[in-house]
């Protein structure tokens, strides 16, 4: 059975996920709540998560746009210029590449349509229609074989 963790366990646990939840790397939370190595914070953020519910799906996409919103908000103005500094295109690829993000993850892009074209074939009249054509091809061949025993004329037609 597992014994109840002290209050200071909690706190750490606490700060683990705030950072992590803030982007922080494993080895930068483990500096900052004094964990030995990154181990040590990824471990106290598994204890955390078993511990406590994990946050809804909704809580999580609420801070991923956020996180976005601030990030947009950061490189807006260089991106789209004004009338005394023109628009520094990294800038704007970077929104666009913000925007394209936050509308993937609000579900904000249109389905891909696709349009699907169907042919059915009756089997059923293909030995007929193969007879048709080796028909036609027996009767040209017998064509082009009379025309060559009788010789073209001089404009270079065949006649059969």
Request: aromatic content about 4%.
């Amino acid at each position: 059975m597992r014994k109840t963790p002290k209050p200071e366990q909690i706190d750490k646990e606490r700060q683990v996920l705030e950072l992590k939840r803030s982007g922080a790397t494993w080895d930068a939370i483990a500096q900052v709540v004094g964990y030995s190595n990154g181990s040590g914070a990824f471990k106290a953020y598994q204890r955390a998560m078993v511990r406590t519910l994990q946050q809804p799906a909704d809580e999580l996409r609420d801070a991923e746009i956020d996180r976005l919103d601030r990030l947009q908000r950061a490189y807006w103005f260089e991106a789209i210029g004004d009338k005394n500094n023109p628009p520094v295109h990294k800038s704007a690829e970077i929104v666009l590449k913000i925007i394209d993000r936050r509308a993937k993850l609000l579900g904000l892009d249109a389905p891909t349509k696709i349009q699907a074209e169907v042919i059915t074939y009756d089997a059923s009249g293909i030995d007929a229609d193969i007879e048709r054509i080796a028909r036609e091809l027996r009767r040209m061949d017998q064509g082009v074989t009379l025309a060559l025993e009788a010789g073209t004329g001089e404009t270079g037609t065949i006649t059969t």
